[in-house]
């Protein structure tokens, strides 16, 4: 099983031509690289969420079927090993009704999976990272502030959605007291600010909020700092024999 996965994550990485330590930790953090784990929202439907290695939600499949970078993935020499995975689209249907244990099953089903939709994955990550870099690249000139803070932007947007995570990262930018924060800064700052305001326009009244939303904050506040603890402490006891 852990060759099986190796290989998959190794070939699609290539096919994107990601670093394979650029998503390394993160999925580790969403699916500890588990074939076939899922994620269930509990309101207001109990209806699936995330599902798979990559953790795909309906809307992120929907978004990379429509994408020009999924089409033109089976044309790369790189892509010669994942091409045979890509010959048909994920499923878009909603995961509702009789048809739900089918569509669960195409995201996680081998031998396609879990390939395809570590494939997804790194083009909605990819797609998140250039999106985060414009972000950050108005605003911290310096290369290496711009890394840490693209880096720091991705990871939430891909763990609680781009919209999300951009409307309050824009409303954290009016109103945040330090302009001249540095990366260190912001991300300690960010962090808090998430926990408090993430979604906080879709409430009428941003006093009232609802214990799943209380839960959902605590989580997106504290997942990069979650993945950066998981890293430090693999480092920590595998310094002599490998590194990140």
């Not at 190796?6 to 993160?26: E, G, K, N, Q, V």
């Not at 074939?35 to 939600?57: D, E, F």
């Not at 998140?128 to 840490?148: C, D, I, S």
């Not at 326009?201 to 609802?210: A, G, H, R």
Request: charge should be positive; aromatic fraction near 10%; proline fraction near 6%.
């Amino acid at each position: 099983y852990t060759k099986f996965v190796h290989t998959a994550y190794i070939d699609a990485m290539s096919c994107l031509d990601l670093d394979p330590r650029d998503m390394f930790a993160m999925l580790n953090q969403e699916s500890g690289f588990q074939v076939n784990v899922g994620a269930w929202l509990v309101k207001p439907n109990n209806l699936p969420a995330g599902w798979g290695i990559a953790q795909l939600t309906t809307s992120a499949v929907v978004e990379i079927n429509a994408s020009k970078e999924l089409a033109a993935l089976p044309g790369k020499p790189a892509c010669e090993p994942v091409a045979p995975f890509l010959k048909t689209p994920m499923s878009a249907e909603p995961l509702t009704g009789e048809s739900m244990g089918r569509l669960l099953c195409d995201r996680i089903r081998m031998p396609e999976n879990p390939t395809k939709s570590l494939i997804y994955g790194g083009l909605l990550y990819k797609k998140y990272r250039a999106q985060a870099w414009g972000m950050a690249k108005a605003l911290w000139p310096n290369k290496k502030e711009v890394g840490q803070i693209t880096r720091e932007l991705t990871r939430y947007m891909y763990n609680g959605g781009v919209g999300a995570v951009g409307a309050t990262f824009e409303r954290y930018m009016e109103t945040r007291k330090n302009p001249d924060e540095s990366a260190s800064e912001f991300k300690n700052n960010f962090r808090d600010y998430l926990r408090l305001h993430y979604q906080e326009s879709t409430l009428e009244n941003p006093d009232d909020v609802p214990a799943s939303l209380v839960n959902k904050r605590k989580e997106i506040a504290d997942y990069t700092a979650n993945i950066d603890r998981t890293v430090q402490s693999r480092l920590q006891k595998d310094a002599s024999r490998c590194s990140f």
